[in-house]
């Protein structure tokens, strides 16, 4: 007769009661599964997130400060008038000789070679002009013009108008 094997078993103090699910004995290939479950469970929670790029905050776009214009170191208002034809290959006070076709003024007391901005009071147009010769010589006007300078503000048909003189350091060109 074939005994067969009785299996033994610990007996657990009687103060410790298990479950009754904790006292199944789970076969080897099975606890490897499980080990193998709660290992990788482990480790998951050890993982570092690497969380995708957040999209970019809006930040809006703040204009620039509007820069302050540049302010002329000299301006002045009055009558301008314009010469021409008459005056043409004329030696001027600097000692050029006169073209009615570039953009040349004469003003009493500017230094020579200064560029000035001329504005029409009335119409609004600016040229800008180097000053080469003395003048005006007539009584009211402030600045007597080329025909060039002068047809540049529409000042040629009426031959004299209201206008601003303004001279800008960011005008003049080193020497």
């Known amino acids: ?5 009785t299996r033994i078993t610990r007996k657990l103090p009687d ?31 050890c993982a570092t997130h690497n969380p995708q790029s957040a999209p970019p905050v809006f930040q809006p776009v703040l204009p620039a400060p509007p820069q302050e214009a540049p302010r002329p170191f000299f301006s002045e208002e009055g009558l301008a008038s314009w010469y021409g034809s008459a005056h043409k ?6 000692g050029e000789h006169f073209d009615q076709s570039t953009l040349t003024g004469a003003h009493r007391s500017l230094p020579f070679n200064t560029i000035i901005r001329v ?40 031959g004299i108008g209201r206008v601003r003189v303004d001279a800008f350091a960011v005008d003049q060109t080193p020497n």
């Open 1 to 5: 007769m074939r005994r067969t094997p």
């Open 119 to 158: 504005t029409d009071l009335k119409s609004g147009k600016t040229v800008k002009v180097r000053i080469n010769d003395r003048g005006p010589f007539v009584k009211g006007r402030i600045i007597d013009l080329s025909a060039a300078a002068a047809a540049t503000l529409g000042l040629a048909k009426d």
């Open 89 to 94: 290959g004329k030696t001027t006070a600097n």
């Open 15 to 45: 103060q410790v009661k298990l479950p009754a699910v904790w006292r199944v004995n789970f076969g080897p290939m099975r606890q490897s599964r499980i080990f193998l479950l709660l290992l990788l469970v482990g480790l998951t929670g």
